[in-house]
């Protein structure tokens, strides 16, 4: 009887299908690892819409039933996304690249056929690789990559050499700007040409009012001290005697050097006349003797050396150079620009004159889209 019992049993296979809705929401808190990795620190929330299903009369939720086996899918694919954008190395690849376009000599001035001026080249050598973390707000994510260089001027084109750095510093956040310090070192033998083009021919008074002209035949400076010293070679003639008497010595005068960066010119302050050059001027006559005073007058207005196509050449070479930097492709725009160049300082030795000029700007990098993972 149990045998015919078990076997009127009727075993009927239950088959039930439910649409499950809901979504899952992806967060990122990305950080700069110092290998030039991107470490994105993605976290995954599932959230499911309330979903039950009635099975042979009884009531089941769904979510409940199938939410730890969604979580485990999601972590186990979000787990994967991470590993590849953390080994990702397209961040490094285009570090790379810009770092080889910064390590350049750039032609500041004279490099151009027929230039008068003397040929002078920049060397930017990168030395250190600095960023700040990333800071997210409501629109932005914004990331703040920098390099430190170091900097010179050079009479030839060089190939600088410049190693890419295993690392990269991590910094606290600063505003987002460029900055080089550029230093001009100026041999005195091409300050002499300037000099010379500014003084030799040049008669004083200019407007012919003095009873002696003086004439600048030769102009050299050379440094001695804390000061320089301006040689010139100066003929004089008398004008108010029949004889126009008159001849030639070599007069020297002491001055120091000073930055008007309003100006952007190089001047001389504290002008005195050399006693042998007094001397000198005594050989040449009464009138000529007369002329000290003025000629020191003069001297100080008019020994300037005029750095402002200099400055304004060197901000254009500069520019070009941060505008290499500029790109518009799929998903990116980087802009760049230098807005000003300042004379900062002035120093010398025995044989150059160093202006150092500090430019300033900014490169903003706009990312609109990811390159697909």
């Not at 990702?88 to 910064?102: H, I, L, S, V, Y």
């Not at 050097?257 to 005195?272: F, G, N, S």
Request: hydrophobic share 45%; aromatic share 4%.
């Amino acid at each position: 009887n149990v045998a015919k019992q078990i076997g009127s049993v009727n075993i009927k296979n239950l088959n039930a299908s439910a649409e499950i809705k809901g979504n899952v929401v992806i967060s990122a808190r990305p950080m700069i690892a110092t290998n030039w990795r991107i470490e994105p620190n993605l976290a995954g929330q599932v959230n499911l819409g309330d979903t039950s299903l009635n099975v042979a009369g009884a009531r089941v939720n769904v979510p409940a039933q199938v939410k730890p086996l969604i979580d485990q899918n999601v972590a186990e694919q979000i787990a994967l996304v991470q590993a590849r954008m953390r080994n990702d190395p397209t961040f490094e690849r285009n570090a790379r690249a810009q770092w080889a376009k910064a390590c350049r000599s750039i032609p500041l001035q004279g490099a151009a056929a027929g230039s008068t001026m003397p040929a002078l080249w920049l060397e930017l050598r990168p030395t250190r690789a600095i960023a700040a973390q990333p800071r997210v707000d409501a629109s932005n994510l914004t990331l703040t990559l920098g390099i430190e260089a170091e900097t010179r001027i050079t009479p030839t084109e060089t190939k600088p050499s410049c190693p890419f750095p295993a690392t990269i510093a991590i910094v606290p956040a600063t505003p987002g700007r460029v900055s080089i310090g550029v230093p001009f070192d100026m041999p005195f033998t091409e300050i002499n040409k300037i000099v010379e083009a500014q003084f030799t021919g040049k008669t004083f008074p200019e407007d012919g009012s003095g009873a002696v002209d003086v004439t600048v035949k030769r102009a050299s400076v050379a440094a001695s001290g804390n000061r320089l010293l301006i040689s010139l070679l100066v003929s004089a003639k008398e004008k108010k005697s029949f004889l126009g008497l008159g001849g030639e010595a070599d007069v020297h005068i002491w001055g120091k050097p000073v930055l008007d960066q309003a100006e952007q010119t190089l001047r001389l302050t504290d002008i005195e006349l050399a006693v042998e050059s007094e001397a000198a001027f005594g050989l040449l006559g009464t009138a000529a003797r007369a002329a000290i005073p003025y000629l020191q007058k003069t001297l100080a207005e008019k020994a300037t050396v005029d750095l402002k196509p200099f400055a304004a050449n060197a901000q254009k070479k500069i520019a070009a150079m941060i505008a290499d930097f500029q790109k518009n492709e799929d998903g990116l725009r980087v802009s760049a620009e230098i807005s000003k160049l300042r004379l900062a300082s002035i120093a010398f030795d025995s044989k150059t004159l160093r202006v150092i000029a500090e430019a300033e700007g900014a490169i903003n990098v706009y990312v609109t889209a990811l390159p697909a993972l």
